[in-house]
C-alpha cells in the first residue's frame, strides 16, 4: 500500500470514530428544560395567604447550587400568626438535590424526629393529588416542621422509574440528575398547624400558582 492510500484509510478511520461519538453524544443527550416563567413570577399574595420576599445571604445561596430561587414568608388570612417559609430551589443540572432537609438540617445541629414524620396527600387539583413529605427536626426545645417534594424535568422514563427506589430516590448514589430539578420546601414552627391542615390548604393554592411556572415534562418526588 503506498503511502498515499495508508493516508486516506487513516483519513476515513477518523472520520468515521468522529462521526461515532458524534452519534453516541447525541443518543446521550440530556435535556434540561428552563422554567417556563421566573420563580419571581409565583404571586405575591395566594387565596388566604399573603407573602413577602425575605433577603437570603450570597453564601447560603452559593452552597445552595441553585439556578434560581425564591425565598418568601407567606402569612395565613384565615389563621392569624401562623407563618411559612417557602424555600423553591431550581437548578439546570440538579445540583440543587444534593440540598434536601434530610442532608442540610442535621448539618446545622437538627436532630430529625421520625415520630413527627410522614408522607401526606393532599389534591393537587380535580384529577390528582400530590403526596409530600412533612419531616420534623429538633433543636433543644425548638421543634420546626418541613414539607417537602421536589420535581425533576427532562428525564427518561428509565431514569425516572429507577429514582423511585428509596436508594435512589433523589438522584443516582449521590450525582445530580440527568434533567433540571426544582425542589419545594416549606419550613413552619412545629407547635403550628401539627395535623398539617394548613400546609394542605396552602399546598394546593401553591400548586395552582407553580403550574405555569413548571415545564410539562415531569416526574414528582417526595421522598428527602
Not at 443527550?29 to 433577603?55: I, K, Y
Not at 430561587?69 to 445540583?95: A, C, D, H, Q, V
Not at 421536589?150 to 435512589?168: Q, S
Amino acid at each position: 500500500m503506498t503511502t498515499l492510500k495508508r493516508c486516506g484509510v487513516c483519513a476515513a478511520m477518523l472520520a468515521l470514530g468522529l462521526a461515532a461519538r458524534a452519534g453516541l453524544e447525541r443518543l446521550d443527550a440530556t435535556e434540561r428544560p428552563p422554567l417556563q416563567r421566573p420563580l419571581t413570577s409565583l404571586p405575591m399574595d395566594l387565596p388566604g395567604w399573603v407573602g413577602r420576599d425575605v433577603p437570603v445571604a450570597p453564601s447560603i445561596v452559593e452552597r445552595a447550587q441553585t439556578t434560581e430561587y425564591l425565598n418568601r414568608e407567606y402569612e395565613s388570612l384565615r389563621r392569624p400568626g401562623l407563618k411559612f417559609t417557602l424555600w423553591i430551589n431550581y437548578s439546570e443540572f440538579g445540583t440543587n438535590l444534593r440540598h434536601t432537609p434530610d442532608i442540610c438540617l442535621p448539618s446545622s445541629g437538627w436532630e430529625k424526629v421520625e415520630s413527627l414524620t410522614r408522607e401526606l396527600q393532599f389534591p393537587a387539583d380535580d384529577a390528582r393529588d400530590l403526596t409530600i413529605t412533612r419531616l420534623g427536626y429538633a433543636q433543644g426545645d425548638l421543634v420546626k416542621h418541613v414539607g417537602f417534594w421536589y420535581y425533576i424535568f427532562g428525564a427518561g422514563k428509565l431514569e425516572n422509574y429507577v429514582r423511585r427506589f428509596p436508594v435512589t430516590s433523589r438522584s443516582s448514589h449521590g450525582r445530580t440528575t440527568r434533567g433540571s430539578s426544582m425542589t419545594v420546601e416549606v419550613f413552619y414552627p412545629g407547635a403550628a398547624d401539627p395535623d398539617a391542615v394548613a400546609l394542605g390548604e396552602f399546598a394546593r393554592e401553591l400548586l395552582a400558582a407553580l403550574e405555569p411556572i413548571l415545564p410539562a415534562d415531569r416526574a414528582e418526588y417526595h421522598v428527602p
